[in-house]
Each structure stands twice: as structure tokens, then as C-alpha cells.
């Protein structure tokens, strides 16, 4: 069973930036196109951002298009999600998502 790991979640003001990564446990991610989600309170699980097996292609939600950048390194087997720009409405919980596995979640908190 594939066991992703996410981490980077906190506080950060409005116009802040994150950095979350998520690694995996006894499984080579480079194998494995790889997805950001997020939930916030009261809404539905969605689609933030994803990337290809080798990081060739990418592809972000129209909400965060232009403020967050997926990337990977598969020499340290951790994928990233880079959030610049940070708004409040970008606050909720963060998984990571690959071949049905989802992660436990980063929280993500916008807030001046």
C-alpha cells in the first residue's frame, strides 16, 4: 500500500508563501503522477494541482494558477507544492494523492 506523507501546513499571512512536500514510505514515487488536493470546512475535496511521473507536464486549478507551482524531486522521492500569494480562501486541509492512496493532510491556515 502506497503511504504518502505530507508536511509543510501552518499559518501564514495574506500575500505569505508555504512550501508542502510529500514523501513516501517504502515506495519510488517517480513511478507515480502525483496530485494536490485540498478540503476546506463545510466544502468538497478539490483539485489543486498535479504533475506528471517525470515532471514534463503540470497542471494547476484556474484558483491557483499564477500563485502555486507543483514540482518534483525524484533523486529525494518528495514532491512540492510551492504557494505564493496566499489568500484566506486558500486555507484548508492539503493532501497528497497518487494511484487511489491519499495522504492524512497538511493543515493550511490564512489568516492575518
Known sequence: Q????ESGGGLAHPGGSLRLSC???RYTLEYYAIGWFRQAPGREREAVSCISRDGGSTNNADSV??????SRDNA???VYLQMNSLKPEDTAVYYCWSTGF????TQVTVSS
Open 65 to 70: 494558477k499564477g500563485r502555486f507551482t507543483i
Open 102 to 105: 491519499w495522504g492524512q493532510g
Open 76 to 78: 529525494k522521492n518528495t
Open 23 to 25: 514523501a513516501a514510505a
Open 2 to 5: 502506497l503511504q504518502l506523507v
